[in-house]
């Protein structure tokens, strides 16, 4: 079985200021790992993912995440915020073979930018 | 730019009645899929459809669940006998590859309150 686990439900910051969201994940087999942002009464909208090679991958606006196999995370970082980066923040996985397409997201991390 | 769409995007429902939920997707996506966010909780896989079928499901999406595609653009999920425990947030995503690194593009919900 696969999980995974966002462990902050809220990260306030300022602007300007560096984020890092966390997601850590689980699986017995090789997973692809994503990152979706939701902002407010839209749909998720997918930021980045990891499929392979590189294990540091940028996505839009201008964030980015590291791929840490031995330490099984997928922190997404962000050197700067801006206030229009306030939206919930997914981490999701999906079994490479055999699983079906399925994602499998975690909790959601609430980011709010503060002036 | 393309995407998908849902309505209503609030529902409130009575214990015991039947709802549908509807979505149209991406035009030329042939993957679609039904995921659902109890408040505070994780977004979890409901069923994934392709070719007229249901492809995989979860163990949520039980005997009181169907979807449907009734005339080549609308994706509806139909909820026989709404429970309480159903009130949760109802995603629609499509995609246009059936590969597990294709991108589901994600509706903005259908918030379902059962009182």
């Known amino acids: 079985a696969q999980s995974v686990t966002q462990l902050d439900s809220q990260v306030p910051v300022f602007e300007e200021a560096p984020v890092e969201l966390r997601c850590n994940y689980s699986?017995?087999?090789?997973?692809?790992l994503f990152w979706y942002v939701q902002y407010p009464n839209q749909g998720l909208q997918l930021l980045l993912k990891y499929l392979s090679g590189s294990t540091l991958v940028k996505g839009i606006n201008g964030f980015e995440a590291e791929f840490n196999k031995s330490q099984t995370s997928f922190h997404l970082r962000k050197p700067s915020v801006h206030i229009s980066d306030t939206a919930e923040y997914f981490c999701?996985?999906?079994?490479?073979?055999?699983?079906?397409?399925?994602?499998?997201f975690g909790t959601g991390t609430q980011l709010k930018v503060e002036l | 730019e393309p995407e998908v769409t849902q309505t209503p995007s609030h529902q409130v429902t009575q214990m015991g009645q039947e709802v549908i939920l509807r979505c149209v997707p991406i035009s030329n996506h042939l993957y679609f899929y039904w995921y659902r966010q109890i408040l505070g909780q994780k977004v979890e896989f409901l069923v994934s459809f392709y070719n007229n079928e249901i492809s995989e499901k979860s163990e949520i999406f039980d005997d009181q669940f169907s979807v449907e595609r009734p005339d080549g653009s609308n994706f509806t999920l139909k909820i026989r006998s709404t429970k309480l425990e159903d009130s949760a947030m109802y995603f629609c995503?499509?995609?246009?590859?059936?590969?597990?690194?294709?991108?589901?593009?994600f509706g903005p919900g259908t918030r379902l309150t059962v009182t």
């Open positions: 699986s017995s087999v090789s997973v692809y």
């Open positions: 995503a499509s995609s246009s590859s059936g590969s597990p690194a294709g991108e589901q593009y």
């Open positions: 999701a996985s999906r079994i490479l073979t055999g699983g079906g397409n399925k994602l499998t």
